[in-house]
């Protein structure tokens, strides 16, 4: 996180995790934390002097216990939100191919949904504009 003029920038970042039916999985944030309830992209902070892709290589293990390599993270788009407490920035990679079979390892609900689907799930504010860019990419 930054300070610029008053305003917290954080920086996190998030990805598409597409299997071979060409959907993308979605975590639902957990209770007790900020917009609980709600579905989004893996992923999570970047931390000082971290990379996004690395960032993203060490959340998906952390997270999914999946591997990533970097080769297989490709930039698509990113979001740029203000909430009242700061203004997120979140690049999106989208990523086919992983080792291991993602699985809840923090105990948060995952699920695999069609792109089009994803509109019809309550996701955050800055998740839910990249959903056109997803639909564009991968069809409904």
Known sequence: MTES???RLLLVVAVAL?????????AQRPPGKQLAGLWEFPGGKVEPG?????TLIRELAEELGITVEEPC???LTFA???YPDFHLLM??????????TPRSLEGQALRWVRPRALRDLPMPPA???????LI???GP
């Open 91 to 100: 690049p999106l990679y989208v990523c086919r191919r992983w080792e291991g």
């Open 136 to 138: 564009d990419l991968l």
């Open 80 to 82: 740029s939100h203000a």
């Open 5 to 7: 003029a008053g305003v």
């Open 73 to 75: 993270l490709a930039p």
């Open 18 to 26: 597409v299997d071979a039916d060409g959907r993308v999985l979605l």
């Open 50 to 54: 971290e990379r996004p892709e690395a």
């Open 127 to 133: 998740d839910a504009p990249l959903i056109p860019f």
